[in-house]
């Protein structure tokens, strides 16, 4: 019984942890030092779109600039605008616009990938 099961459980030869991409997420806005954003995942133009599949991700915290996403690999679209905390507390309203549309997506094919963009300060 063991020896047909055997073929059965290493079959697909790679495991679940194979088929996602630890992505970084690294913001960076003229400049400023950005101690956290915040992004409203409500809002229809924000979205981490993956172009094969039609999954959306929703943003976590960015802190001190950086955020993390586990996400299925693929072709990314991406894009939000956000509320950015600067070191005295103030605010300011961000834009993150450069893989906004096909033409501008990224490929996410590693076990750990890090993206770098510049963010428009609104």
Known sequence: MVS??????FSCGRSVDDIYSNVTLNAAC???ELVSIRVDNSLKGNFFRNLNTGEE???PLFVNGSCALKVLKGVYIFAFD????LPDGSTCR??????RSPNDSVNI???DVELTFELLKL
């Open 94 to 99: 961000v834009r993150c616009y450069e893989h």
């Open 30 to 32: 003229e400049g400023l």
């Open 109 to 111: 094919l590693d076990d």
């Open 82 to 85: 956000g509320t950015a905390t």
């Open 4 to 9: 047909l099961l055997l073929p059965l459980v």
């Open 57 to 59: 991700y929703s943003y």
